[in-house]
Structure formats: structure tokens, C-alpha cells
């Protein structure tokens, strides 16, 4: 009965391949502070707000005012003003999904700025000409 152990694989032994492999594997994230954080969700609130807002103006965009109490340059503005604190007051009131969406999409970019995928590694050179061919 032969009890060998198997003849080591001399291509790539373990010592080699681990340093690599740990080399492209995934970094941690880190950890938010909790003042940046809480301004990613204020801004992503704010575009919400201003999105709604802008709705709102484009709403109000058809609708006609009567004499003598309308109409004017000082209607045109409290509209404005008027579209920018509804868009304001839904969004603070949980809006319309918005602002969840943005933060999440504002977190990725974030995660993906500080762990960038690595590199592929080049083919050798008699591999990429017989894929050249």
C-alpha cells in the first residue's frame, strides 16, 4: 500500500497565489461619519424638494388670475415662492421617494470612489496573439 502524499503543484504554489488573491479582494468600506451622513440626506432631500418644486410651477404654469386682484409681476413671484415651499414641505413630510433614491445612488458613488474594482490583469503575450488571430 502507497501512503505518498501527492507531488506539490509547482505552477502555482499556495504561497504565490494567496498574496494575489488577497491583494484583489474586496476592501471594506469606511465607516461614515455620522455629520456626513446626515448631510448626504439633507442634500438628497434638498433635490427632492426643488424636483417637487418644480412640478408644482410647471402645475401652475396654465392657470388664468381674475382682475383686479390678480396678475402682475408680484403674482409671477409669490408663485414662485409658492411652489418652492410646497416642494419644500412635501419633501420634509416624506416626500415622494426621491430623496431616498438619490441617497442610496450618493452612498454607491461613494463606496465605489473609495473600493474601485482592480485591474484585470494583462494577457501574455501567446495568449492575446492567439486571440489576435
Keep these: 500500500?502507497?501512503?505518498s502524499l501527492p507531488a506539490p503543484v509547482a505552477a502555482n504554489p499556495f504561497g504565490q497565489v494567496l498574496p494575489k488573491a488577497l491583494a484583489h479582494a474586496p476592501k471594506a468600506s469606511t465607516p461614515m461619519s455620522a455629520a456626513k451622513e446626515q448631510a448626504m440626506r439633507e442634500t438628497a432631500q434638498e433635490f427632492?424638494?426643488?424636483?417637487?418644486?418644480?412640478?408644482?410651477?410647471?402645475m401652475f404654469a396654465g392657470l388664468e388670475t381674475e382682475e383686479p386682484f390678480g396678475g402682475g409681476h408680484a403674482e409671477k413671484m409669490w408663485r414662485s415662492q409658492l411652489s418652492q415651499e410646497m416642494g419644500r414641505s412635501i419633501s420634509a413630510s416624506g416626500g415622494i421617494g426621491i430623496a431616498e433614491s438619490v441617497y442610496r445612488s450618493m452612498?454607491?458613488?461613494q463606496e465605489a470612489a473609495l473600493n474601485p474594482l482592480p485591474q484585470p490583469t494583462p494577457?501574455?503575450?501567446a495568449?492575446?496573439?492567439?486571440?489576435?488571430n
Design 1 to 3: 500500500m502507497d501512503i
Design 127 to 132: 495568449a492575446a496573439a492567439a486571440y489576435a
Design 48 to 58: 427632492e424638494a426643488v424636483f417637487i418644486g418644480q412640478m408644482t410651477e410647471a
Design 107 to 109: 452612498i454607491a458613488q
Design 123 to 125: 494577457l501574455p503575450q
